[in-house]
Structure formats: structure tokens, C-alpha cells
């Protein structure tokens, strides 16, 4: 199974939507909707754009609120992206102190590119650790630098820990230990 293939499957389970009904808003049959499920067949292109913007995760309802405010007011340097497209959705002040950035131009924009080496490697375990079948809920990795001036990652170690927002999309809180 895939990351796609898992993020559909849990979309639908939260939402009691058949396979059916999922394999029409895409377009397709069942019995290929069933084989992106299973990581059988590769989601194209097209329908995997389509599956992230049904599955990116929105932190706008007001029962997310909370999380948002904790996020936004932690001491810690932490902050909070879609699980599958890596919007950066909350972050700290102490966070945002270590970037060059603006924040309101990095709200909502993917971080991936800033990505390490290291960081790219641990996103690649998740399927085999079963982060998205609600197994792990936290990984601990370390990273070296990826030496941006915009949004610089110092080495050291990160914590992720998968969330689930209201509407069950996840989450991802990214946290810097200091080592």
C-alpha cells in the first residue's frame, strides 16, 4: 500500500464512504479505486492532485482552534503541517525566530523542500513503521542541516507526532529536541 492508497482508505473509512461511491468522484471502477487502496496500481497524476486537495488537512474548524492556539504559543520550537502535503499549518514563535521567512508567506505553502536528507529518509520508513494504519504515532529521528537561509534546519534530533484533526485528516507536529 501506498501513502495515496492509505490516505484514501482512511478518508473513507472516517467518512462511511463506499469504494463505490469514492471510485465515481475520481472517475474510475471500484476494482481500480480497490488497487490504489491495496498499493497494487500507481494513483496517476491527475487523481492523486485531486485526492490532495480532498485530503489536505484544513486546521479551520473552530474545534481546531485549540490546537492552533497551542501550536502558536508554545516556548518550544515546533510547528504543525499536513500530514500528506506538508503545508506548513501552525508554527511557534520560537520557530518562526529561526527562519528567515515570513510567516504569512509560508502559511499554507508545502515545507518539503526545505527537506534534508535525513528528513526525506525518515518520510519514506512511515508506511513500513505503520504510521498511516495508526500504528506509530511518534517517530525520533536525528538530521543534519539543510543549510536554507529561508527556513534553516540545524542538526539535531525531530520529533513527529501523527495528529488527527476534527475532520480526520492528520497532522503532523514537528518538534526540535535540542541533543
Known amino acids: 500500500m501506498n501513502e495515496f492508497g492509505r490516505a484514501l482508505s482512511r478518508w473513507r473509512r472516517l467518512r462511511g464512504v463506499k469504494q463505490s461511491h469514492a471510485a465515481e468522484l475520481f472517475g474510475v471502477t471500484q476494482a481500480t479505486l480497490s488497487r490504489w487502496e491495496r498499493g497494487y496500481h500507481r494513483v496517476p497524476d491527475a487523481a492523486a492532485r485531486k485526492l490532495t486537495a480532498l485530503l489536505a488537512a484544513p486546521l479551520d474548524s473552530a474545534s481546531d482552534a485549540g490546537l492552533r492556539r497551542l501550536v502558536e504559543s508554545s516556548a518550544l520550537p515546533v510547528h504543525l503541517i499536513c500530514d500528506l502535503t506538508h503545508r506548513l499549518l501552525a508554527a511557534s514563535p520560537s520557530r518562526f525566530a529561526q527562519w528567515t521567512a515570513d510567516a ?34 511518534e517517530m525520533r529521528f536525528w538530521t543534519g542541516a539543510n543549510h536554507d537561509p529561508l527556513v534553516p534546519i540545524e542538526p539535531g534530533v525531530l520529533v513527529w507526532e501523527r495528529l488527527a484533526l476534527s475532520d480526520g485528516t492528520l497532522a503532523r507536529r514537528v518538534t526540535s529536541v535540542a541533543h
Open 104 to 137: 504569512a508567506d509560508l502559511r499554507g505553502t508545502s515545507l518539503w523542500r526545505f527537506a534534508t536528507d535525513e528528513i526525506h529518509l525518515a518520510e519514506s520508513r512511515l508506511g513500513e513503521l505503520g504510521w498511516y494504519d495508526d500504528g506509530t504515532t
